[in-house]
Each structure stands twice: as C-alpha cells, then as structure tokens.
C-alpha cells in the first residue's frame, strides 16, 4: 500500500472513533451537566511505505484522546426542593459511592430512606463534614448561594462543591460523574454560586453537532475516494508493468 493510502487509512480510523464522540454529544443534548467532548488530533512521523534511503517525512493522523469543554451549560428553573444548579464553571458536587469520591455537575438529588442526600443513583452526597443528613421533621431545606442548608432556622450542612487547578485530571465515569485520576487536592469552590430549585443543562450546541456529522461523513467519503484510488493507480502500474515483461 503506498504512502497516500496510509494516511487516508488513518485518518478513517481517527474519523469514525471522531463519528462516535460526536454521536455521544447528540445522544445528550438533553442530558444534566454534560459536557460537550471533542476528539484531539495529532500527527505522528512514520516511515515511508517505500524508503530507498530517504529520510521519513510522512505524516500520519494521530488519535490524541478526547477533550472536554466545561463550560456553563444553561440553568432551567424545576420548582424541585432538592434539585440544585451551580453558576460557575469548572465546579463540580463531591459525592461517594464504592470506589471512593467523585464529582458532578448533575444537581438532581434526592433522600433515602434514612434521610441521605443523595444522587438519582443513590450516591450519598458529601459535604464539609461528610455525608448530608436531612430531618423531614424539620420540614423544607433551604439552600443558600454558599450551599448553606437549613431547616426550620437550623444549619445542617453544606453542600461540598470544588474545583481543580487542571480540569484535565478528571476521567468521565459512569452516572454524570468524573474522577480524580492523579490524586490532586480539590479545592473548595467559593466563587461560585449555588441555585436552589435549578438545574443546569448540557452545553452541547446540537446544530454545531450535526454539522460536524456532515462534515465527518463527507471526508470519511473523501478518505475512502483517495484509498480506492491509490489502489486503482496501483492496479493499473503494474499491469502495464506485466504487459512491457
């Protein structure tokens, strides 16, 4: 296979996993808290399908993960108690389940039976003294801006919400939650503010999205064109070869 095939062929390959995220991006646009992802493309300098001494120069489409962009997604107005939004970015909830702390932008919680804050999938929400205990015999909590709770004129917690230095440490789970991959300290988000009876929405631009499927099918298409092509070049030189021998 010659040079020209080779990079065509990795560049289908860094398109359809392209076609994939961004397919993901659609799938939730209705989504709460997520971010949109994009994939990262590099090069990589390989060597030539045909060297004959010369030095390597042919540059070949590289897959370099996927980025995400954290940015603030729009805030829309539940009336739900125990439904929370936070206006800032690059802020995340804390919150636990069997492998340790993680982080969300998804403020739908709820109580457990004993009283537990906690998310839809019964994560236990944290806050600065760990788990949040609520007392429905207190009746309504009532959050502040600083994710002070109180019941019936009484503090009884506060919602734990941080941020990271490099947001790249953050590896997406399951559940809308992200982790911790490199152990760095979370610091404690005071610049932002907490909405009660909020929740925020994703950050996907859907018309953006479809446009980027456009346009990945179309040089998908063009890849494919340029491999069949450069076997057909090929096909031919050697016929023509066959028929001068």
């Known amino acids: 296979m010659e040079n020209a ?31 949109v992802e994009q994939l990262m493309v590099g090069t990589e300098i390989g060597q030539r399908a045909r060297n004959h001494g010369i030095r390597p120069s042919t540059s070949f489409v590289l897959d370099n993960g996927v ?39 998804d403020g739908a919680f709820t109580l457990d039976p004993e009283g537990r804050l906690t998310t839809e999938a019964g994560n236990a929400v944290l806050g600065d003294g760990g788990e949040i205990i609520l007392n429905p015999a207190l009746g309504t909590p009532t959050v502040a801006e600083d994710g002070t709770i109180t019941q019936d004129g009484q503090v009884t917690g506060r919602l734990g919400v941080v941020r990271f230095a490099l947001l790249s440490v953050l590896e997406k789970g399951g559940d809308g939650l992200y982790r911790n991959t490199a152990n760095e300290a979370p610091i404690e988000a005071n610049d932002v503010q907490i909405r009660q009876g909020m929740l925020e929405g994703s950050n996907v631009n859907t018309i953006l999205e479809i446009t980027s499927l456009i346009e990945i099918s179309r040089a998908y298409e063009r890849a494919a064109k340029m491999i069949e092509n450069q076997s057909d070049l090929s096909k031919r030189a050697v016929e023509r070869l066959g028929r001068v021998n």
């Open 67 to 105: 980025g995400r962009d954290f940015g603030q997604g729009a805030l829309s107005q539940t009336g739900r108690t125990l439904d929370f939004a936070i206006e800032g970015e690059g802020a995340f909830f804390t919150v636990t389940d069997g492998d340790g702390e993680a982080y969300t932008r």
């Open 5 to 35: 095939a080779y990079v065509a062929l990795s560049r289908q390959m860094t398109l359809r996993r392209e076609l994939d995220i961004v397919a993901n991006n659609i799938a939730n646009a209705d989504t709460t808290g997520f971010k």
